[in-house]
Nanobody
């Protein structure tokens, strides 16, 4: 069965860095769109970064552009979110999401387009 297991969350001071990981299994990783979303208390889930495992353009929300980087390791079936220059406004539960079988270039930034989700990892910036 499909599993997305996130790790790497924690507490950090403003200006610091964290790297989140999302280990994927149970589906054809190479054909998938992978995304990071986040949800702060009292707010709706919002997309952060999106990529297709087989290449193409990566997309970032304006709020994180230039500070966050999404990447992946084929050998480990793992997607990463490198977060630099963190701000208190980045505090949220971060989720990775996967949608297999998507053509390169057609990854969505809409949460409803992703069938598979990780359990979430808390990031707190103070």
């Amino acid at each position: 069965h499909v599993q997305l297991v996130e790790s790497g969350g924690g507490s950090v001071q403003a200006g610091g860095s964290l790297t989140l990981s999302c280990a994927a299994s149970g589906y054809t990783y190479s054909t998938s769109c992978m995304a990071w979303f986040r949800q702060a208390p009292g707010k709706e889930r919002e997309w952060v970064a999106v990529m297709h495992i087989s290449g193409g353009t990566t997309y970032y929300a304006d709020s994180v552009k230039g500070r966050f980087t999404i990447s992946q390791n084929n050998a480990k079936n793992t997607v990463y979110l490198q977060m630099n220059s963190l701000k208190p406004g980045d505090t949220a539960v971060y989720y990775c999401a996967a949608e297999p079988g998507v053509i390169v270039g057609l990854c969505s930034v809409v949460a409803g387009a992703y069938r598979y989700w990780g359990q979430g990892t808390q990031v707190t910036v103070s």
